[in-house]
């Protein structure tokens, strides 16, 4: 089975200031590593994907994130935070056998201060 | 426009009084999905459609139901609603049950208030 742990549940940048969400995953097999971002009263949309081949993935909006195999990590990054940016984050895993189920972490909510 | 859409968007109901909610994609998707968002929790599984006729449960599927009789449609039952479902409620659809890698498609979610 796999699951996700995202540390802390908040997270306060400046605009303009780097963003750093941490992720960590455990499956028993090669894993599928998604970010999703719910912006307030919307539905999740797809920020990035890890599946196979390069592990620095770059997603929309400027974010990216690099899967580590040896640190079991999946952290999403952008240098410069935005206004814009302020959302719910969440990070994924899923694996190619099974159901195509989602496993998702509790999730961090990312605050931009002016 | 491709979507994912859940009707209703907000609902108050009572103790026991059944409802059901709507989910509808208009990609053509084989996989569908119901996951309900609590706070401090994530999104959980309820039940999951990989095909027409072809549904099963996920990690929290008691108190709910489903159904998948026409491959757009995927909706979530609840026969007797209890407290403890008060919840944010989101469909997602994937275009293949086959690959874990695709992306799901989320509806805009539908929060339920049981009383």
């Known amino acids: 089975a796999q699951s996700v742990t995202q540390l802390g549940s908040h997270v306060s940048v400046s605009e303009g200031a780097l963003v750093l969400l941490r992720c960590n995953y455990s499956s028993s097999v090669p894993p599928y590593l998604f970010w999703y971002v719910q912006y307030p009263n919307q539905g999740l949309q797809l920020l990035l994907k890890?599946?196979?081949?390069?592990?620095l993935v770059k997603g929309i909006n400027g974010f990216e994130a690099e899967f580590k195999k040896s640190e079991t990590s999946f952290h999403l990054t952008k240098p410069s935070a935005h206004m814009s940016d302020a959302a719910e984050y969440f990070c994924a895993v899923s694996v190619r056998l099974g159901n195509s189920k989602l496993t998702f972490g509790k999730g961090i909510t990312l605050s931009v201060r002016p | 426009e491709a979507q994912v859409t859940q009707n209703p968007r907000y609902l108050i109901t009572v103790t026991g009084k059944k409802l059901t909610v709507t989910c509808s994609q208009n990609?053509?998707?084989?996989?569908m999905s119901w996951y309900r968002q609590d706070p401090g929790l994530g999104l959980r599984q309820i039940y999951y459609?990989?095909?027409?006729?072809?549904?099963d449960k996920g990690d929290v599927p008691e108190g709910y139901k489903v159904s998948r009789k026409e491959k757009r449609n995927f909706p979530l039952i609840l026969e007797s609603p209890s407290p403890n479902q008060t919840s944010l409620y989101f469909c997602?659809?994937?275009?293949?049950?086959?690959?874990?890698?695709?992306?799901?498609?989320f509806g805009p979610g539908t929060r339920l208030t049981v009383l």
């Open positions: 990609m053509n998707h084989e996989y």
């Open positions: 997602a659809s994937s275009f293949t049950r086959l690959a874990g890698h695709n992306e799901q498609f």
């Open positions: 890890y599946t196979t081949g390069a592990t």
């Open positions: 459609s990989m095909n027409v006729e072809v549904t």
